[in-house]
Structure formats: structure tokens, C-alpha cells
């Protein structure tokens, strides 16, 4: 993947500059029945940052993400999305407007090889309708070959070149993670969500990974959020970091000033309530 | 303004003048329910405790009474046919989970449906190889059933009842009864229940999860095998029961996949509202036959409004 | 040795995305449709034509259908048989509100109201999976069955309850009714299944079949990938109830020459269905193999075991009764595939084109 390739910067054109705010979260809330998964909770991503939401087991986090593309819809609050405010929404609305993301448990389409899970992340970029698509030869496999080239570079910067036509469903869990990544990035996302893109990796399984969202933010300018657990990796890849815990907002700023903060050392460690 | 007249008028004009046959539909709406139920009852069972949709019931209901009409064709008593067939459930059960379900662990599910759909086939074909395909009547009085009828006059009319049919609804609710107390109070019960709330738990509390699979089929195949005696006293053991039996399957979708209560309530609501609409609507307006749909496109409606069933929890889809 | 793709580069992704990328099976698929077109016709007795080649390849494309929803689309269904109805009655009408237009087309225009009748009882899927859906596509079955008795203008008010085909023609030769001739008849059913077939694989190819398999593998994961379930789910069934429309067509016209609602019923859905899953869920070839072993078997069985059983045992064995062993023994290789090979014959096939790929190696 070509670094210069304006197609892999996502929209030029939507009047964000680097550096503001691409999606804000009002006061969201959400409850299941009784149960109240997210309080009240409000934060923004910038355009251009790698932005970590952490927390403990059950704090909300893949709520959250849920209810950013609209998998969830919240009793309270309002999603704002370069500047588009909404409430409810499907899912599939939230992809086309340029949210896509990876699951904490891989959620790939276990019966296609590798190469059509990432020709899936392209589904929203290919129009030739039913018709072409029957005879194929012409309009529909020029576009299906265009897209293949996006693909193919997508599969060289993840160094999956091998398992190229491979089922996904047999590949170890890592790769399984990394075409994951490569799926959501083949959709060209303005803003790319992350649900623990490195659970249950080895050490350099993860390296490799960090290595992969690093290049992403930095060499394609795609805004990040993500959820992880391993700290060292947070402090790292993160320029700010929000820490959910029940549910509720307890800190957000820069990583060493949550490192810092008392409240979310003691969700952490855990004091006598 | 005929039709409308049809529709909203006269079934109620023709049930406020002949009540004695509103009685009778209701009645006949009630025996057909409790059937419908007890063969939902067999799927429910199956599917709590394992997870498989198990198509084949509504065959088991077919060969059981066949079994059972076959053996006392060979000059055995009536009620050791009786113990007969319930040997041979429980060997289908056995075989059942030990050559099929068990190599099918952790296959989705939509392969263990249709594995039972293979099994119901299986079940067809070698019934009719084994006993013969024509209609066989059931075994009724040998079987100390009554056969006899009562009468009870009402509003000018009367409305009979069948013995067999009293003594099918009194039987349905032993059944029921019974199957509630096994799975309430005994060690088997609690095991089977815990087995229907999560397989990898039961199994790491040292349940065995072969044992409870073949305890449910068998209790599918007794619960199979009086729905059969019941279903085939009032007509005849023949395959022609087995489209019967698919009626099963919308019950289970009024009353939820996992709800006994559900199923019963469900059974009785496409019983008894199959035949009040073949009499009232279906024959007068769209020329009979209703009851072969009815059953499957209430439930079709139903699933568009309200898509867990009655008794059904939403569920939370999570990722 | 022979069946080997060393040598063979692919320097461009068309050539790589091709449907036979390795040469030697671009040279098989050309010599089975000639032998389709040329030598089946030329040689093969009335008797294989009639009784066997054309309700094989009927039944192929009707599973064909199934697939594309069962298959690639994950929704499971039991009312093949009731969408091959609404076909073949399509078809009846219109062929007798125009008696001059060419059969073919009116065969194959028939799908579409097949397929607006998928659509509508497609709907439910929207809410619902799995099992819930077999009840819904059982509602279909049942209701169209009943439906097709009731309303006696389906079958022009013919005291039989039956369609009588008429004589019709295509291309100046009679290809229905009882003039047309053996011939005639095979060549059409193979020219349509051919190509439909050839379109299906093209369609399952690009966008639209990969959106299909999406919701199949993961539908929470395909809507967050911006695939419509609406879209995909409608769109499976109505491409799958065109499928199975035309193959009702064909089965009344072609075929069977006249029709009554039975071979519409529910055995003709479950028929279908196990061609689909002995063949391979998800797979074309599939298809066609299931649908010889499920159709050819019983007839073989018919006419073979009876003799073979009366002289290696001394009892007696009639034909019905070798039909019973036929079904008894498909429901044993049902259970039995989903057991060791769940993708079916078609994976089978896979794997013995792979061994014969490094054959004389093991590797």
C-alpha cells in the first residue's frame, strides 16, 4: 500500500482539519432492561488520533463501540459524526458514512478465504448492479479487478500474502485478528474502531500488530479508537485515553495524566466501596 | 359489503343461533390442541436440553404408534406391546445420540436439523419397510381405552363427546404433569436443566451429557408414543400423519422453543383456532381446506409482530 | 501426472479470479457440454433422455435455487417445492394468454413470479433465523399447496385439477406436448440449465454473492460491513424462487407434460433439500451431484435390487419395497455426510481433484 495513495486517507474532502473533532459522544446512555450498561457518558476523537478506551471487565467499552456504529441504540444522548448529529441508526448507515471496525471476538466470515473477507470490506464501494453481475465479463469484473489491486495492497502491508485464498476459518487466531484489520481497513474508514485488536496475542503477534495500527494512523492519517487491556501497549499507541468503569466516565486526557488519576488507579486495584 | 358481511357478521349470527356446534368446534378445537402440544412438548424437551431442533419428532409420534400396532399384530398382549415400544424408544434414543448427536457436537445447528431430517427419513422409509404402509387401525380397546360416546344437549342441539378424546386431554395432563415433577424434583431433572442452561458448565460439574441426551429422547419418544395411541385412536396409524404432526412446529413458535407452558398454551390456541376459523371463515368464504395452513400462517403473522414468541425472552445480541 | 497446474502463471487478478483458473479444467468443462449438446442427444436412448437426463437436470437447477438461499445465504428452507409451483402455474397462464410467443421465454418469465413469491414470504426473514424460519417457508408450502387447489383459473377450471401442457414451440420446433420429441425437450431443459447456471456462478462471484455469504457466515458483522440485510436477504430469495419457478416450469412443460399439485408438495421440498446437502451446501457442482445421486440412486435401486436380493437371499423382494431401501438408505447417507463430510459430495470431489493434483505423491 502506497503511503501517497489519496484513496487510503479516507474523505479529503470533509472539511476536518487534523487535530478536530471528528466524532463526539453526548451523554450517552444505555440500558438492557434494568441493567445500565453506559451513564451519561461524553467524549470526543479528534481526526488524526489514536484514541484508547479502557477499562475493566464489563465497564461498557464494546458497548460503547456498539453504539458508535449504531449496533446499540442508547435510551439518552446524541452521536455526532463529522458534524452529522444522530441518535438512531443502523449499522449499515454508520459503514457508509465511514465508521468500520474489528470485534474482540473475531467476527470474520469463516466460510470465505481471506482475500473475499477483505473484497468484503469494498462491498459499500461496488455499485455494478444485478445485471452486470450476471454476465460478469466486462463493467462487473473491471470493477471487481479495480478493487482487487486496493485488496492486494491492503494483503502486502499486512504481510499476508500467503494465506491469500486460504478459509479464514483455519488460520491461527492471530492471523485471524490481522485479516480482521485488513477487512476493516479495505472499507476506507474515516474513523476505524478497535476492540482489543491484540487479545490473546503473543508478545510478537502484538508488536507486529502495534506496528500495524501505528502505520495506519500515521502513514494513511485514519483516526483510531480502540479498546485494549494491556496497559504498556495504551501508554504507547495512544495520544489520549478515556477509562469507563461501571459504566461511568472516571478519567480522560492524555495517558500520563490517567496513569495518575486516583480513581482510576483504585478501578484498577479495586478499594473497599 | 357480501364479504365484509361474511366476515364480521354471520360466523357470529351462526354461533349465537347454533351454539351446540360452536360447543362441538370448540371441543374438537381443544382435543386437536392438546395433541398439537404434546408433540411440541417432545421438541421442547429435545431442544432445552440439547440445542437441536429436532424435526423428526412429529415421526417419532408416526412410528411409535406403529411400533406399537405392529408388535400387537404378532399375537403379544396389548400392554406388553405397549413396554415393547417403549424399548424400542429407547433404543432409538440411545442409537440416536450415540451415532448422530454425538459425533455432531459443536456442528451449528442448522447441520444438526437437518441431520434429524435425515433421521426423519430414515424413520419413514423403515417404518413402512419394516411394518408395511397402509393404514393400520389403532389398537384402542385392547388397549382398555373407551371408545364409547356422550351426548349433552344444549340450546336446542347437541354436542358429543368422544370418550377416547376425554380420556386423551385427561391423559395429556398426567403426562404433563408427570414430566413437570420429573424435571422439578428429581437429580436427572436438576441435571437436565442445568445441561439446558449451559452444556461447558454441566459438563465441568461432571453431568453427563450422553446420559441427559438420551433421557430427554426418551422422554421424547413416551411423550411421541401417546400422542400416537391418541392421535391414531381417532383416525389411523399412517404416514398421513406426519404432515399432522409439522403442525407442531408454528406451536412452537407461539409458545417459544424452550417454554413447556408456552408450548402447551400455543398448542391450544392453533387447535382450537384452526377449527373455529375452518368452520366460521375458511369454508364459508375461502372454500375450505384452511386447517392444512392456518396453523403455519398465524404463526407466520405472529413471527413478524413478535418474533420470541409468547413466552420467549428478547434477546440481547452481543459481539 | 496429467492434472497438474505447475507451469500455469497467472499474471493478471482476472486470470486469477477466473471460474476454471487450471488449464485442464477449462479443457473438461468444454468436453462434458459437448458431450451435453452433441453426444447425449445423438446417442442416448429415448428411455435416458426422458426418464433419466431431463428430471436430473430439472431437479439440478431447482437445487441449484436452493442453494443460492440455503447455501450461500444461510436461510434454511422447506417451500422449494410450493415456488416450483407458482412457476409451473405462471407459466400454464401465460402460455395460454399467449399461445404465440415463444415457450421459453414464458418459461423463464415464470420465474419472476415465483420470485415475487419468495420475496413475500421472505419478508419474516428480516426478524427472524433459523429454525423460525423453516415455519415461515412451511406457511409457504402449505398455503401455495392449498392455493393451488382452491382457485380452480390456476388450471384453466379442468375438471382434473390438472395443467394439461399444450403444444408449443420455440424456435420453430415443437419443444411441449406430446409431439415434441425426446430430443427437442433435453436441449431446451440443458440450454436453460446451462445458462442460469453460468449466471449464478457469475452472480455468486461478485459483489452481490459475497454480501450473500456475508450474512451467512456472520449477519451482525455484514451489517456493520454496510451490507443491507433487507437487500441481501430479498434478494437471495427472490433469485432463489426465480431459480426454483423456472424449474417448476420446466418439470410441468418439459418433463412431466402434465401436472398435479402433489409434485408440488412437501416431499418435492425435502427432495430438493437433501440433493443440497448430500451435493454440498454452498457449492454449484454440488448441486448437480446431488441431484443425480438423489434422483438417479432410487430409480437404480427400483429396477436393480429386487433381482440382486431374490437371488443372493430366498425371500422375495418387490420393487416398492427396493424404493423403501432406496429412501432408507439416503436418509443413512444424509446423516452420514453431515456427520464425516458436512460440505458433501462436492468437498469429496475437491479433495480427490487435490490428490490427483501431486498424484503419484502422497503430498
Known amino acids: ?273 | 359489503m357480501e364479504l365484509l358481511n361474511q366476515i364480521f357478521i354471520e360466523p357470529f349470527q351462526t354461533m349465537y343461533a347454533l351454539p351446540d356446534l360452536l360447543l362441538q368446534t370448540l371441543w374438537e378445537g381443544f382435543v386437536a390442541g392438546t395433541l398439537y402440544s404434546l408433540i411440541a412438548l417432545g421438541f421442547v424437551l429435545i431442544f432445552k436440553a440439547s440445542g437441536v431442533f429436532n424435526f423428526a419428532q412429529g415421526i417419532m409420534v408416526v412410528f411409535a404408534a406403529l411400533v406399537l400396532v405392529g408388535v400387537h399384530a404378532l399375537g403379544v398382549n396389548a400392554y406388553l406391546a405397549v413396554l415393547i415400544t417403549l424399548g424400542v424408544m429407547a433404543l432409538l434414543a440411545m442409537t440416536v445420540v450415540r451415532v448422530v448427536l454425538k459425533p455432531l457436537v459443536n456442528q451449528p445447528d442448522i447441520i444438526l436439523f437437518m441431520a434429524t431430517i435425515g433421521l426423519t427419513y430414515i424413520l419413514i422409509a423403515g417404518g413402512q419397510l419394516v411394518f408395511g404402509g397402509e393404514p393400520k387401525a389403532m389398537i384402542t380397546e385392547e388397549l382398555g381405552l373407551p371408545t364409547g360416546s356422550s351426548d349433552w344437549e344444549v340450546g336446542g342441539g347437541i354436542v358429543i363427546f368422544q370418550h377416547i378424546d376425554i380420556a386423551a386431554a385427561v391423559i395429556a395432563v398426567i403426562l404433563i404433569a408427570g414430566l413437570a415433577i420429573f424435571f422439578n424434583k428429581t437429580r436427572v431433572g436438576r441435571a437436565l436443566r442445568a445441561v439446558a442452561d449451559d452444556h461447558q458448565a454441566a459438563l465441568s460439574v461432571g453431568i453427563s451429557l450422553e446420559y441427559i441426551w438420551m433421557v430427554v429422547w426418551f422422554a421424547a419418544g413416551v411423550v411421541a408414543l401417546t400422542a400416537g395411541i391418541m392421535w391414531a385412536a381417532k383416525s389411523d396409524v399412517s404416514f398421513a400423519l406426519q404432515v399432522v404432526a409439522l403442525k407442531a412446529l408454528p406451536v412452537l413458535v407461539l409458545g417459544g422453543f424452550t417454554s413447556i407452558p408456552g408450548a402447551i398454551i400455543g398448542g391450544l390456541i392453533i387447535g382450537l383456532g384452526e377449527k373455529v376459523f375452518e368452520l366460521y371463515w375458511g369454508s364459508t368464504i375461502l372454500g375450505g381446506g384452511t386447517e392444512a395452513w392456518f396453523a403455519f400462517i398465524i404463526a407466520l403473522l405472529f413471527l413478524l409482530y413478535r418474533p420470541e414468541g409468547l413466552f420467549g425472552e428478547k434477546l440481547i445480541e452481543r459481539i | 501426472m496429467f492434472y497438474r497446474e505447475a507451469g500455469q502463471f497467472k499474471t493478471t487478478y482476472e486470470a486469477d479470479s477466473a471460474k476454471f483458473p487450471i488449464f485442464q479444467d477449462k479443457v473438461f468443462i468444454w468436453l462434458y457440454l459437448a458431450i451435453g449438446f452433441i453426444a447425449i442427444p445423438l446417442f442416448g436412448s429415448q428411455f435416458f433422455l426422458d426418464a433419466i437426463m431431463i428430471p436430473f437436470l430439472v431437479l439440478a437447477l431447482a437445487a441449484v435455487g436452493l442453494n443460492i438461499l440455503t447455501g450461500y445465504t444461510g436461510q434454511i428452507s422447506l417451500g422449494t417445492g410450493a415456488f416450483m409451483g407458482v412457476g409451473a402455474y405462471a407459466c400454464y397462464k401465460l402460455t395460454l394468454a399467449m399461445p404465440d410467443v415463444n415457450i421459453i421465454l414464458l418459461i423463464v418469465a415464470s420465474g419472476i413470479f415465483s420470485a415475487l413469491a419468495g420475496v413475500f414470504f421472505g419478508l419474516p426473514s428480516l426478524r427472524i433465523k433459523g429454525f423460525y424460519l423453516v415455519v415461515t417457508t412451511l406457511a409457504a408450502q402449505f398455503f401455495l399447496e392449498w392455493a393451488f387447489i382452491r382457485f380452480p383459473w390456476l388450471y384453466n377450471y379442468n375438471p382434473s385439477g390438472a395443467i394439461e401442457v399444450p403444444q408449443r414451440e420455440a424456435f420453430g420446433v415443437i419443444v411441449t406436448g406430446a409431439a415434441a420429441s425426446s430430443e427437442a425437450r433435453y436441449l431446451v431443459v440443458l440450454s436453460v440449465v446451462v445458462i442460469m447456471t453460468w449466471f449464478a456462478s457469475n452472480i455468486l462471484s461478485g459483489r452481490i454473492g459475497r454480501s450473500w455469504m456475508m450474512i451467512r457466515d456472520m449477519d451482525i458483522a455484514a451489517e456493520l460491513m454496510g451490507v443491507r440485510p433487507l437487500y441481501a436477504k430479498l434478494s437471495a430469495f427472490a433469485v432463489s424462487s426465480f431459480y426454483c419457478g423456472v424449474a417448476g416450469a420446466l418439470m410441468v412443460f418439459i418433463w412431466q407434460g402434465a401436472a398435479e399439485v402433489e409434485i408440488f408438495d412437501y416431499n418435492r421440498s425435502f427432495q430438493v433439500l437433501f440433493m443440497v446437502i448430500l451435493g454440498g451446501l454452498g457449492s454449484l457442482l454440488g448441486c448437480f451431484l446431488g441431484a443425480a445421486v438423489i434422483f438417479i440412486f432410487p430409480i437404480v435401486m427400483h429396477h436393480a435390487l429386487p433381482p440382486i436380493w431374490e437371488t443372493l437371499t430366498p425371500w422375495t423382494m418387490n420393487s416398492s419395497q427396493a424404493d423403501l431401501v432406496a429412501a432408507v438408505i439416503i436418509g443413512v447417507m444424509i446423516v452420514a455426510f453431515l456427520i464425516l463430510e458436512p460440505h458433501g459430495l462436492a468437498r469429496l470431489w475437491a479433495i480427490f481433484k487435490q490428490k490427483l493434483r501431486v498424484w503419484p505423491f502422497p503430498y
Open chain 1, 1 to 273: 500500500m502506497n503511503a501517497h495513495d489519496p484513496s487510503m486517507h479516507g474523505r479529503t474532502d470533509d472539511g476536518i482539519a487534523v487535530g478536530d473533532v471528528l466524532l463526539h459522544v453526548d451523554n450517552i446512555s444505555l440500558s438492557f432492561g434494568g441493567v445500565k450498561a453506559i451513564t451519561d457518558v461524553s467524549f470526543d476523537v479528534r481526526k488524526g488520533e489514536v484514541r484508547a478506551i479502557i477499562g475493566p471487565n464489563g465497564a461498557g467499552k464494546t458497548s460503547m463501540l456498539n453504539v458508535i456504529n449504531g449496533f446499540y441504540h442508547p435510551q439518552e444522548g446524541t452521536i455526532s459524526f463529522r458534524g452529522e448529529k444522530r441518535r438512531k441508526m443502523k449499522p449499515y448507515q454508520a459503514a457508509s458514512s465511514g465508521i468500520s471496525r474489528t470485534f474482540q471476538n473475531v467476527a470474520l466470515f469463516a466460510g470465505m478465504s481471506t482475500l473475499d473477507n477483505i473484497m468484503a470490506g469494498r462491498t459499500l464501494k461496488m455499485h455494478k448492479n444485478f445485471f452486470w453481475q450476471m454476465w460478469r465479463h466486462g463493467p462487473a469484473l473491471q470493477e471487481e479487478i479495480e478493487h482487487r489491486k486496493v485488496v492486494e495492497e491492503i494483503i502486502d502491508f499486512l504481510e499476508i500474502e500467503h494465506i491469500r485464498k486460504e478459509p479464514v476459518g483455519t488460520l491461527p487466531y492471530g492471523l485471524q485478528k490481522r485479516v480482521e484489520l485488513g477487512r476493516a481497513l479495505a472499507a476506507e474508514p474515516d474513523l476505524l474502531l478497535l476492540d482489543e485488536p491484540m487479545a490473546g496475542m503473543n508478545l510478537e503477534e502484538k508488536e507486529d500488530m502495534s506496528r500495524f495500527i501505528i502505520e495506519v494512523n500515521q502513514q494513511f492519517g485514519t483516526t483510531i479508537a480502540l479498546i485494549e487491556h494491556d496497559m504498556g501497549v495504551v501508554m504507547d499507541l495512544a495520544d489520549r485515553v478515556m477509562v469507563l468503569d461501571y459504566g461511568k466516565k472516571i478519567g480522560d486526557g492524555l495517558p500520563e495524566e490517567v496513569q495518575a488519576n486516583q480513581d482510576v488507579i483504585d478501578a484498577y486495584l479495586g478499594v473497599a466501596h
